[in-house]
Every structure is written in structure tokens, then in C-alpha cells.
């Protein structure tokens, strides 16, 4: 089969529809009533924090999620959803297509009667038609017909069995067959959507006239207001969103932005959206996320792997109101730059990104590995071969990141509540797995009520990862509560920040420091 421009551009339109579809499926089944859970479970707390972790396109961490949803909840329909929506992520956000038609058969095998499997019908019917399976492609979309009539894509479903009818008759060689590249190299800087608040009121400084696309709007302080379901500037009643046209520039909170905004009225909140150039956003992420007075090259490889990682985003968030958050949800952000370290870093690496197989790569990155990295699957169950575990004898080097506290048994069990765990009182959490790196990969739980399996590294964000800096550490429950002892700040995947600095130090270019961080990766400028 010859993949044709007009081809290339049905799938663009098509994972277009999945991605609406999939958020508005999010958006809806958040608010649903749950029903016949685990005495100890209640999902809705978890089902709502996957569906705003894959806003802030946090996916990995939503994954945690849903497997927790999955594995806990008597709710048939909840663990199909929760079956399904990991098999979403993995074909539309994390390009795993194979790993996603395991898990909707799954859901399919599990749950033959539920009604969450719309997706997985349909889903799997579209991948499989993309792996030129045509047979289990005609197979599946027959059956989402079937199952589901009233659904929006059963047009699409049948035009697909049209394509797919012609296509068997034509029977064209297989050496015809290819597919889009896998990396198009973009000509224009791409302009980056950065949510910086969720607020009922907000107050903005403008130091020049606003060009709107409907009028203007005076120099000065304006005050916009979310009240009657509506967004008001001023006093005046607006429609849902305000954008302003040029980069023109505000205040906000007494920190300088650059850019344009856009305010959306939105689920009771005003949400105030930076949109600008990712040069000049990577300006003021580099400049919060190392100190500015740090070597050049630590600076640099800050920069690169802040870009990646906002590009990558930037490429699977399209159906999404923002790209990335201005807190560690995403990376820091804190508006305008005013470093000329920062600056040249910046400006020295432009549009070059981290590429694994043509591909942009989820550069993350850390404080301070602890003397070891880890492989992001003992982190969030996800494979990448540019993550590995090796000793990083940089980071100690340059700063020794060693920390111990106690947290008394009440505060975990409160956490856990708030999670939907009501596990009773807690007797004793005991060392699953650990890594050969020595970091922990789970804690179990034993409570007066029922005994529960969580990854380390969602304990650790849930009580609080200023507190519980990292895995890397040795526990032990004390009746009253857990001490912890560790080394190392953040998960240990990817670029340690220390670590650069050391190597910077050392007289190392930004490239090397990346090269030891991000193995197997290679550098591509996409702009």
C-alpha cells in the first residue's frame, strides 16, 4: 500500500477526532457516579487526577494511575475504562502501538460487555488498519458497528471498511507499503501555550496599548473576573475567551511576562494561558531551573532537555488547551529571563533537540541522582532505552544530597484517604521490589483493613517529593510512623542538574554532559 500525501493527512485528521474524543470521554467520566468498589477504594479521586495529569501531559504518571484504578476497583466498568485509557496513552502519547492492542484485547477478553470499550474497538481497529492487518482491522470496526450504532465514528468506521474492501481487491505489493517519517523537521520556531493560573480573579498589568482581534484594550492594570458563568473584564461581560493579538507583554503577580495571553472561562476559573515562542519560554525556564551563575554548559544541557521535553509536548498536545504548566508539574517557568548566561545558553542550542530513532525523546530530568540513574520502568513501568541505570559519580561529587526524616503514621493515612485508600489504621509498611540501583520500586501496605501494593515514586508525590526527596533510601516502620533515610533529590531519570554542573566544572561541553545522560540519543536541529 503507498502512503500518499492524502493518506498522511486522513491520519492526521484522524488522531485528531481520537484525541477530542478520548478528553471529552475524560471530561465526561470524571463526574460519573461510582458504584460497587472495594470497601477500602473509592477510584474517583485517582480518576480525576489521571484525567488532570494527562492535561498537564504528565502520561507516565497517569499511567500509575489507572493501573492503580485497574487493580483496586470491583467496578467492572471502571477497570475496563482504566484498561483502555492506558492503551489511549500508549498509542496516542507515548507512540507504543503494540503495548496499546495488548491492552484493549485485554480489556475486550476481561470485560466483553462493557460499555467503556469503545475505544478499544475502535482504537485497535485503526492501529491494526496502520500495521496493514487488514483482516483484524475490517474485523474490529464490523464489531465497534455492531456494538456500538449511535456512537460519532460509525461513519468513519464505514468509510474505513469501504477503504478497507478496496484495498484487499487491489492486493498491492508489500514493497509498496511505507509510512509517514517518523520526524519532520519544522521550519518555524513553534509557538509554546504555558498555563500559568487557574484563578476565580485575576490582575494584569499591560505596559502598552493591547491589540485585541476585536479592538484594543489601554495601558495599565485590568482586572478579569469569573462570575455568572462568564468572564468579565473590568465590569464588561466578555465572551469565554480573551486573547490578545502581539507581543506585547503583562504583569502578573509582579513578575514580567513576555508574549501574548489568552483567558479562557473554564470548569469555574479563569485559566491565564502565556503563548509565545519557545526560545523565549525556554529563556525563562533555564533561568528557574539551574542557577544562572552555573557553568555555560550545565546551562546548555539544561536547555536542550527543557526543549525536548516542551516539544515533545507541544507535538502530542495540539487537542489541548495548553502545551505545558509553569510549575514542576511540567517544568518551572517564571516569565521574562534578564540573564545573559541564560540568554547565550539558550540562543548557542537553538532548536536542537534529543532524538532516539527520529524521533524527540521525553528528556527528563532531576536535581540530583543521588550517585545513581534509573531506568524509567522501576519509575513509571515504562521502558526507554535511553534511560538506564549506571553509576553517576558526578552529582556526590559536587554536592552531597543526604536527608532523613520521620512521618508520623496519622499524615499517611490522611494522604492515602484523600486518594480513596481508606485503609484503616496502617500496622506496618514494609520494602517491595528495589532496583539494582537501590532505589525502591514499591512499599506495601498493611492496614487493619485491607493490604495494598503502591509504587514507590507515587507514595513519594503523594506525602510530598520536598519531603520524601527521592526512592533512593531505606525504610523503617517505627508503630508510630515511617522513618526514611536517602540520598538524591527527584526520581533519578535522566539529566541530573547537579550532575551537569560537576561536569561542567570539569571542563565537559554541554554535548558530552548530554551524551552521559541521555545515552544513545542523538542531537537533531528541528527549527
Known amino acids: 500500500m503507498v502512503t500518499s500525501f492524502k493518506q498522511r493527512r486522513y491520519f492526521v485528521l484522524f488522531n ?47 499511567l500509575d494511575n489507572y493501573e492503580l484504578i485497574y487493580s483496586y476497583s470491583k467496578d467492572r466498568d471502571i477497570r475496563a475504562r482504566a484498561l483502555v485509557r492506558q492503551g489511549d496513552i500508549y498509542a496516542l502519547f507515548l507512540e507504543r502501538k503494540q503495548e496499546a492492542k495488548q491492552l484493549y484485547r485485554q480489556a475486550i477478553y476481561e470485560f466483553p460487555k462493557s460499555l467503556e ?20 482491522a475490517e474485523k474490529h470496526f464490523k464489531l465497534f458497528i455492531q ?80 462570575k455568572n458563568h462568564a468572564l468579565w473584564v473590568d465590569g464588561n461581560k466578555e465572551s469565554k475567551v480573551f486573547s490578545t493579538k502581539g507581543l506585547g507583554g503583562f504583569v502578573w503577580q509582579g513578575k514580567e511576562y513576555t508574549g501574548e495571553i489568552t483567558v479562557l472561562a473554564k470548569e469555574g476559573k479563569l485559566w491565564l494561558i502565556n503563548v509565545l515562542p519557545l526560545e523565549t519560554y525556554l529563556e525563562g525556564v533555564v533561568s528557574k531551573e539551574m542557577s544562572p551563575s552555573w557553568p555555560l554548559a550545565a546551562l546548555q544541557s539544561q536547555a536542550v532537555a527543557a526543549r525536548t521535553y516542551a516539544y515533545y509536548l507541544y507535538l502530542k498536545s495540539e487537542d489541548r488547551d ?58 513509571w513501568k515504562v521502558d526507554f532505552p535511553y534511560f538506564l541505570i549506571k553509576k553517576d559519580p558526578f552529582s556526590p561529587e559536587i554536592k552531597r544530597e543526604e536527608w532523613q526524616l520521620k512521618i ?45 501494593v503502591l509504587a514507590s515514586n507515587s507514595f513519594r508525590l503523594w506525602l510530598g517529593p520536598r519531603d520524601i526527596k527521592s526512592t ?56
Not at 484594550?217 to 482586572?223: E, F, K, M, S, T
Not at 560537576?502 to 544513545?520: C, N
Open 16 to 62: 485528531r477526532l481520537v484525541k477530542v474524543v478520548f478528553f471529552i470521554f475524560l471530561y465526561c467520566l470524571a463526574s460519573l457516579p461510582v458504584f460497587a468498589q472495594n470497601s477500602f477504594f473509592n477510584p474517583e479521586p485517582l480518576l480525576k487526577q489521571a484525567s488532570l495529569a494527562l492535561e498537564q501531559g504528565n502520561f507516565l504518571e497517569a
Open 117 to 136: 470499550l469503545k475505544n478499544a474497538y475502535f482504537n485497535l481497529a485503526m492501529l491494526s488498519y496502520e500495521d496493514f492487518d487488514l483482516e483484524n
Open 147 to 226: 456494538l456500538f450504532p449511535q456512537d460519532i465514528r460509525v461513519y468513519t468506521a464505514k468509510y474505513m471498511l469501504e477503504r478497507i474492501d478496496r484495498e484487499k481487491k487491489e492486493q498491492l505489493p508489500e514493497e509498496k507499503k511505507s509510512s509517514a517519517p517518523a520526524l519532520v523537521s519544522q521550519q518555524q520556531e513553534p509557538v509554546i501555550r504555558v498555563l500559568l493560573a487557574k484563578e476565580e480573579n485575576l490582575e494584569l498589568d499591560f505596559k502598552q496599548e493591547i491589540q485585541l482581534f476585536q479592538g484594543k484594550l489601554a495601558r495599565g492594570r485590568h482586572v478579569f473576573e469569573f
Open 322 to 379: 495548553y502545551d505545558l504548566s509553569s510549575t514542576t508539574a511540567s517544568q518551572v517557568y517564571g516569565g521574562k529571563s534578564k540573564n545573559n548566561q541564560v540568554e547565550k545558553a539558550v540562543k548557542s542550542t537553538r532548536g536542537e533537540i534529543l532524538t532516539y530513532e527520529n524521533k524527540p525523546i521525553l528528556a527528563y530530568f532531576h536535581a540530583h541522582s543521588g550517585g545513581m540513574l534509573e531506568k524509567s520502568s522501576n519509575v
Open 408 to 452: 508520623q503514621k496519622e499524615n499517611i493515612e490522611k494522604v492515602l484517604r484523600s486518594k480513596g485508600f481508606a485503609l484503616g489504621s496502617i500496622q506496618e509498611i514494609q520494602v517491595g521490589d528495589i532496583s539494582p540501583s537501590g532505589r525502591i520500586i514499591n512499599l506495601k501496605i498493611v492496614a487493619s483493613k485491607a493490604k495494598v
Open 472 to 527: 533512593l533510601a531505606e525504610i523503617k516502620w517505627q508503630g508510630d510512623g515511617l522513618w526514611i533515610r536517602g540520598r538524591g533529590y527527584g526520581h533519578g531519570v535522566g539529566l541530573s542538574q547537579w550532575g551537569a554542573y560537576a561536569l561542567a566544572k570539569e571542563g565537559k561541553s554541554y554535548r558530552d554532559i548530554l551524551a552521559f545522560y541521555y545515552p544513545q540519543t542523538r542531537l537533531k536541529v528541528v527549527y
